[in-house]
C-alpha cells in the first residue's frame, strides 16, 4: 500500500469529529431507566452525565418517569460541586448514596429541583418526599461519568436489599454503556488524528478488491474475526457473515460494486450492523462502514469495523430485562399481556378460546419474614418452575408482581380442559419443598377465566381472573375457581378491605373480645379467650370470618399479630388475680417468626403480666410439615407461658400433636365433639377417651362450643374441669 494511500486512510479533516456520546447511548441510558421504572417499582429514574465540555457541570439525558417530570428535569445542567456536596451528606448504602431526610433535611446546594408530592408516614421505613437514593456512575479506572438517581418507591418504602443490588447492576450497566460510548468514540477520532499506519491501527480496517474480497487487513481486523490474514487473504467478508445476515450483507456489497462501476459515490456505504461467526461458532457484532479508498480511484474501498459486541450484549441483556422477570426469568407483566393480546387475537380468528389463569403465591410474605428473602427467593424461583412445567409447551407462564403469576393458555376447545390444567398447577405446586433447612408446603390460589365470557379485553379478562382467584382464597387456599360476574362486588370489598388494614392499625380500630373459660366444679371464671374483631369505620363491628383472610394474606399479619399480644397481656392485668389467664390464638406459620419470642416477652414486660397467665393457642396443622416445630415451641415454652391445641380432634390437630411437641400443656377439644352430647353416644365415648389420653399424659382438656345447660351438666359428670361455649357467655368488650 502506498504511504500516500495510507496517509489518506488516517488523516483527519477539520470538521470530521464524530460526537463523543452518539445518539445510541442516549436511547441505552434511556433504556436502561426505563427497565428501572419498569422493574424495580420506582415512579421515577433520571440519569445525569458530566458534561464533555464543561467537565464542572452534569447534563440531565435521560429521565423516566411522569410527562411533566421528564420535561422538568431533561437536559437541566447543575454544578458538579453541588453533586459533590449532596453525595458528601447521603449515607451509603453499598455503592449506592441515600440522602435521609431526618439527618440531612436541608438541601443546600439546590441540586433536588423537584421534590415528589407523595403523603409523609411516620413510619421509619416509609420513603418520604426529601429522601433521595443515588448511583455514583463510575468508569473502570475511578473516573466520575455520572450520577442515577431513583425517586417515589411504587410501595412507599425505602427499598430492600434486593432492590438496592438490582439498581447497583443498573448502575454498573449504565457505566459501562456510557464508557463503552465514550471509548469508541474516542477510538475513531484517534484514528482519525493519530493513526499513521494502516497496520497498527486499533480499529479493525481492510481493504477490498473491485471483487469485494480481501486484499488487505491490518490486525485488529484478524483478530475481531479470530483468523490470521492468510486465511482472509481473497476471500469475501460474506464467507464469515452470520447467516441471518447475508441477505443484507449481500445487497450492501452489490450497491458498492455498482457505484465502484458507475463512479458515482465517493462517500460510502453503512454503518451497517451485523454479526460474524468466529471458528469456533461463537458470534461477534461489527458496525461496518465502507467507502473509496481514493476519490479519483474508486475501485479500492476502504472497510471499518467497530466491535459493538459488548454493546449488543448490554442492549439484549437490557431488552431482557425489560420483558422478563429477572428471578424467575419467565415473562414479565408487559410481556405476559402482550402474549396475552396476541393469544385472544388468534384465537379470535381460530374459534377458539383463551383461558387465563391468575395465580396468587400463599403466604409469601411470612416465607421472607421468617426464613429471610434468600430463601423466600428461591421458593419463588422453585414454584414458577413447578407452574410452568404443569402446563403445556405452548402456554405462557408469566411473573406479573412478587407472589403473583399469570398463566395464558391458548387454543382452548373445553372449559374442562383448563380445570384438568388448573388441578393440576395446584397439585404440582403443593408438594413439599426443603429450602434453608426448612419444610415447606406451598401453595397457589388460582382463578380461572375465559374469554368466551364476557371480558373484551386482556385487561378484563385479568382482571375477572384476579377476582376468581379473590374468591378460591377467601374460600380455601390451595384451591381454584372459576370466574362468575358477582365475583367482581367480592373482589373489590377484598381490596378496600386490604387497602383498610393500615388504617385500622394507624386509628386503633382493632378490638378485643373476650370469651369466659370456666371451671365447670364451680361455674368460677378462671380466664378468658382474646378474640380480634375490626370497627370499621363505615362497615361497623367486623368479626374474623369477614377480614382475616385480608390480613393473613398481607403485610400486616405479623403487625396485627404482634398488637393482639399486647393489647390482650395488657387487658389481663386489668383483671383480679386469679382470673387474668388469656388465650391468644396464633397460626403456625407467626410462631415460625425468629423474633416472636422477643415480641411475647416485650408485651409481657409492658403489661406486667405473669407468663403463666398467657396461652399461645395453635390455630393450624402446618406446624406438624416443619422439622424445627418442636425447636420453635420450645423457645416459646422456655418463656414460661402456656401452649395450646386449639379445635383438638380436627385434622392434623390431634394425637400427631401430642406425639411431636411434648412442650403442648392445654388441649382445647373441638366443639363438634360436645354438640353432640345427647344425640349421638359416641360423642360421650370420644370424650371420655380424650378425657383419659389428656390425663395420662398429664395435660389441661377445656372443652369449647358448651351451649346448653345439659351440655354443661354432662361433662361436669364425666369429669370434665373446663369448658368454654356460649352456655357460660359469648365474646364481649372488656368492661
Known amino acids: 500500500m502506498a504511504s500516500s494511500e495510507l496517509e489518506q486512510v488516517s488523516r483527519a479533516r477539520p470538521g470530521d469529529q464524530a460526537p463523543l456520546l452518539p445518539l445510541e447511548l442516549t436511547e441505552t441510558l434511556q433504556l436502561v431507566a426505563d427497565t428501572i421504572v419498569g422493574s424495580l417499582g420506582f415512579e421515577v429514574a433520571v440519569i445525569n452525565l458530566v458534561d464533555d465540555v464543561d467537565p464542572s457541570s452534569l447534563e440531565v439525558v435521560a429521565v423516566s418517569g411522569p410527562a411533566d417530570v421528564r420535561d422538568l428535569l431533561l437536559g437541566r445542567r447543575q454544578g458538579r460541586d453541588g453533586w459533590n456536596a449532596l453525595m458528601a451528606a447521603s449515607e451509603p448504602w453499598g455503592k449506592l448514596r441515600f440522602l435521609d431526610h431526618a439527618t440531612a433535611p436541608v438541601d443546600p446546594t439546590g441540586i433536588l429541583s423537584w421534590v415528589p408530592d407523595i403523603p409523609v408516614s411516620d413510619d421509619p421505613e416509609a420513603w418520604h418526599p426529601e429522601d433521595a437514593l443515588f448511583a455514583p456512575l463510575e468508569a473502570a479506572d475511578g473516573r466520575h461519568l455520572g450520577v442515577l438517581s431513583v425517586d417515589v418507591p411504587r410501595d412507599g418504602r425505602r427499598p430492600g436489599a434486593a432492590t438496592r443490588h438490582a439498581l447497583e447492576a443498573f448502575a454498573v450497566t449504565a457505566a459501562l454503556a456510557i464508557q463503552h460510548a465514550t471509548l469508541a468514540a474516542e477510538s475513531r477520532r484517534g484514528v482519525q ?50 447467516p441471518d445476515d447475508l441477505p443484507a450483507s449481500e445487497r450492501v456489497a452489490k450497491a458498492v460494486r455498482s457505484a465502484v462501476v458507475t463512479r458515482r459515490s465517493a462517500a460510502g456505504v453503512g454503518p451497517m450492523e451485523k454479526r460474524y461467526l468466529l471458528p469456533d461458532g461463537s458470534v461477534v457484532w461489527g458496525r461496518l462502514h465502507m467507502a473509496p479508498l481514493n ?54 380468528a381460530a374459534g377458539t378460546m383463551t383461558v387465563v389463569f391468575f395465580c396468587d403465591l400463599d403466604r409469601l410474605k411470612l416465607v421472607n419474614d421468617v426464613h429471610g428473602h434468600a430463601v423466600g427467593d428461591a421458593y419463588i424461583q422453585q414454584v414458577s418452575r413447578r407452574v410452568r412445567s404443569s402446563v403445556r409447551d405452548g402456554d405462557t407462564v408469566g411473573r406479573l408482581s412478587g407472589d403473583e403469576f399469570v398463566v395464558v393458555l391458548e387454543g382452548v376447545s373445553t372449559p374442562t380442559e383448563a380445570i384438568g390444567l388448573a388441578g393440576r398447577v395446584i397439585d404440582a405446586v403443593r408438594q413439599p419443598l426443603r429450602l434453608g433447612g426448612a419444610t415447606f408446603t406451598p401453595s397457589l390460589s388460582l382463578g380461572i377465566a375465559y374469554s368466551s365470557g364476557r371480558a373484551t379485553t386482556p385487561d378484563e379478562l385479568l382482571a375477572q381472573a384476579d377476582s376468581a382467584m379473590y374468591r378460591a382464597k377467601s374460600e380455601e387456599r390451595g384451591a381454584w375457581q372459576v370466574y362468575d360476574p358477582s365475583m367482581s362486588n367480592s373482589a373489590v370489598s377484598q381490596l378496600e378491605l386490604r387497602n383498610d388494614v393500615a388504617d385500622a392499625l394507624k386509628n386503633d380500630q382493632f378490638v378485643l373480645h373476650y370469651q369466659p373459660i370456666v371451671q365447670l366444679g364451680d361455674g368460677r371464671t378462671v380466664g378468658h379467650e382474646a378474640l380480634l374483631r375490626w370497627q370499621h369505620p363505615r362497615r361497623g363491628l367486623l368479626h374474623p370470618s369477614q377480614f382475616l383472610d385480608v390480613v393473613l394474606d398481607s403485610e400486616y399479619e405479623s403487625p396485627v399479630t404482634d398488637w393482639l399480644l399486647r393489647q390482650a397481656c395488657a387487658d389481663a392485668t386489668r383483671r383480679p388475680v386469679g382470673r387474668r389467664r388469656v388465650a391468644v390464638n396464633v397460626s403456625s406459620l407467626q410462631v415460625g417468626r425468629r423474633d416472636l419470642p422477643d415480641v411475647v416477652r416485650g408485651a409481657l414486660q409492658a403489661a406486667g403480666l405473669d407468663p403463666a397467665d398467657l396461652v399461645l393457642e395453635l390455630t393450624e396443622d402446618r406446624l406438624l410439615s416443619r422439622s424445627d416445630g418442636p425447636q ?104
Do not use: W
Not at 486499533?202 to 490474514?229: E, V
Not at 471499518?304 to 450484549?313: G, H, V
Not at 351451649?707 to 356460649?726: D, I, K, P, S
Open 193 to 242: 488524528r493519530f493513526t499513521a499506519v494502516f497496520e497498527s491501527s486499533p480499529i479493525p480496517i481492510a481493504l477490498l478488491a473491485p471483487d469485494h474480497t480481501f486484499m488487505q487487513l491490518n490486525d485488529a481486523f484478524c483478530r475481531f474475526l479470530g483468523r490470521g490474514s492468510d486465511e482472509l487473504f481473497g476471500q469475501s467478508p460474506l464467507a464469515f457473515t452470520h
Open 295 to 348: 476519490r479519483d480511484d474508486p475501485g479500492v474501498i476502504v472497510a471499518q469495523l467497530e466491535d459493538i459486541t459488548e454493546r449488543k450484549r448490554t442492549e439484549q441483556r437490557l431488552v431482557r430485562q425489560a420483558h422478563f422477570d429477572t428471578l424467575t426469568s419467565l415473562p414479565n407483566r408487559a410481556q405476559s399481556m402482550q402474549r396475552l393480546r396476541e393469544s385472544l387475537a388468534r384465537d379470535a
Open 632 to 735: 420453635l415451641l420450645e423457645r416459646l415454652h422456655d418463656l414460661g407461658i402456656a401452649l395450646a391445641i386449639d379445635d383438638f380432634g380436627t385434622g392434623y390437630a390431634g394425637l400427631g400433636y401430642l406425639q411431636r411437641f411434648p412442650s403442648i400443656g392445654v388441649v382445647k377439644l373441638d366443639q363438634s365433639f360436645v354438640a353432640g352430647l345427647g344425640k349421638q353416644p359416641i360423642s360421650e365415648h370420644l370424650i371420655r377417651a380424650m378425657l383419659e389420653l389428656t390425663r395420662a399424659c398429664g395435660l389441661q382438656l377445656v372443652t369449647e362450643g358448651v351451649e346448653t345447660h345439659q351440655q354443661a351438666e354432662r361433662l361436669r359428670a364425666l369429669g370434665v374441669e373446663y369448658a368454654q361455649g356460649y352456655y357460660f357467655g359469648g365474646p364481649e368488650p372488656l368492661s
